[in-house]
């Protein structure tokens, strides 16, 4: 386990997929990524996706078990998988807390996950996993190269379903009154409630995407205190002195003085009318200014530097 940024995680560390050495333990198992009507999703009417989506579902046996999938994130981080199947008895409705800051890809391949858990129990010689992550079939389509736990998990029990049964997993475009693809998704913002997640393992994508979402966060909200002033932006907006002073300001915030030179790559300063080198230290020192009020008390910073007549040091 290992601590960053706050938050306890574990790193996924899986390997390339061994247990495959031949294409045909897939014979059974399909990967559709379009519908029966190819349409694009942006450009299409709502009601038109929702037709072609049961046209889909219209087709398949009646004998066959439908499964819907979904993911969830809150704002805060929480994530969730939504599974819904409906059978004739009683329907199977199952919400999943995934770890914080999981991402709505590896949180849909949660929810494939489980609901192959629940095929695996099932009877039925023909299954069908309706997603509405696209991205997520292609992933899976694309098995030689799965470096994840999750997706090896769904390896695994693909290979175990395609030795006795039809397996199909077809992508639905979201949000189209698809009523199982809804329930799906209710189920997967319900996943996001409870307070703690179910495991804490994260992949390296998703613990880079967390810090570099982290440090983007940092970087837009310059900090509270006076002493990291010159990290904020927005100086020239701030200070009302002339352009001239805005310079000479910012040279002493960042230390880049006309006083100090580098001569092969050590620093050199000029001499100070006091006769000692006019460093960026001794100058604030010289002149009687604080950090305090190079960063507070601009007017009267800038009073200072008209009043030496220095300002050729800086």
């Known amino acids: 386990m290992r601590k960053h940024g706050f938050i306890d995680f574990n790193v996924d560390t899986s390997k390339p997929f061994s247990c495959i050495t031949l294409i045909d333990s897939f014979n059974h198992v399909e990967f559709r990524e379009k519908l029966l009507t190819s349409t694009p999703k942006h450009s299409s009417h709502p009601e038109l996706l929702r037709q072609l989506v049961l046209e889909v579902i219209n087709d398949i046996l009646d004998q066959a078990l439908i499964i819907y999938t979904d993911d969830s994130r809150s704002n805060t981080g929480r994530a969730g998988s939504g599974i819904f199947c409906k059978t004739p008895g009683n329907d199977v409705k199952i919400s999943i807390r995934n770890p914080d800051h999981c991402s709505v890809f590896r ?66 475009p979201s949000h189209v009154g698809v009523p199982g693809n809804e329930a799906a998704d209710e189920l997967a913002g319900r996943g996001c409630d409870p307070p703690n997640p179910s495991s804490i393992v994260l992949t390296h994508s998703e613990i880079h995407s967390f810090q570099k979402n982290k440090m983007n966060l940092t970087w837009r909200n310059p900090p509270a205190h006076h002493w990291y002033a010159a990290k904020s932006p927005g100086l020239s907006i701030q200070c009302r002195s002339s352009r001239t002073h805005q310079t000479v300001l910012a040279r002493f915030r960042s230390g880049h003085l006309r006083s100090m030179t580098f001569v092969k790559g050590v620093k050199s300063f000029f001499t100070c009318p006091c006769s000692l080198l006019a460093s960026l230290a001794h100058l604030l020192d010289c002149w009687g200014i604080s950090l305090r009020q190079l960063y507070e008390e601009q007017g009267l910073v800038c009073e200072t530097f008209t009043r030496k007549g220095q300002m050729d040091l800086v």
């Open 107 to 172: 949180s849909e391949l949660i929810a494939i996950s489980g609901g192959l858990d629940h095929a695996l129990n099932s009877y039925k010689d023909s299954i069908w996993i309706l997603t509405d992550r696209r991205s997520s079939i292609q992933y899976l389509k694309n098995w030689p190269k799965i470096m994840d736990s999750t997706g090896l998990d769904i390896l695994s029990k693909l290979v175990r379903l395609g030795q006795r049964k039809q397996v199909c997993l077809q992508w639905i």
